[in-house]
């Protein structure tokens, strides 16, 4: 786990300079929204042959949800889908509190002290659904089967 003062650093730096904001011209976006909190995001995945290849959002609300997403796009472009499932899971243990070991996933520790805030942890876990959402359509049209 990251150090408190890390942590809190690296969720500034994305909420207040959030990477990969705006639609993908040609990709179907998936909003959701977390009505507790006032959080709203919807997400773009550009999928070529099983890989991320631009991945990007758009949203407001509090800092966890727009620092979350933000993480997400800068850790996951580039992934294919096979790892973008595998961080998927260790990033919804660690949010959950059930995680291991989190050295796999980055800057995306810094958001391994939501566990802690209940009520945060949707915050947190919005810009993922989204993007499962949005991957289970992608696959789905390329034939691939859905993300699971
Ligand atoms: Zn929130």
């Known amino acids: 786990m990251l150090p408190e003062a890390i942590a809190r650093q690296v969720i500034d730096d994305h909420a207040r300079r959030p990477r990969h904001v705006g639609e993908l011209p040609g990709v179907v976006g998936v909003s959701r929204d977390n009505p507790g909190c006032g959080d709203q995001l919807t997400v773009w995945a550009d999928v070529q042959d099983g890989q991320i290849a631009r991945l990007s959002f758009s949203g407001r609300g509090c800092a966890i949800s727009q620092s979350a997403a933000s993480l997400m796009t800068v850790a996951l472009t580039g992934k294919t889908l096979a790892e973008a499932r595998e961080l998927a899971s260790a990033y919804r243990g660690m949010v959950m509190g059930e995680a291991k070991s989190g050295s796999s996933l980055g800057d995306l520790q810094a958001l391994a002290g939501v566990s802690k805030l209940h009520a945060r942890r949707k915050c947190a876990l919005l810009a993922w ?9 992608a696959s789905a049209q390329a034939g691939a089967g859905a993300l699971s």
């Open 129 to 137: 659904d989204a993007l499962a959402e949005a991957l289970g359509g």
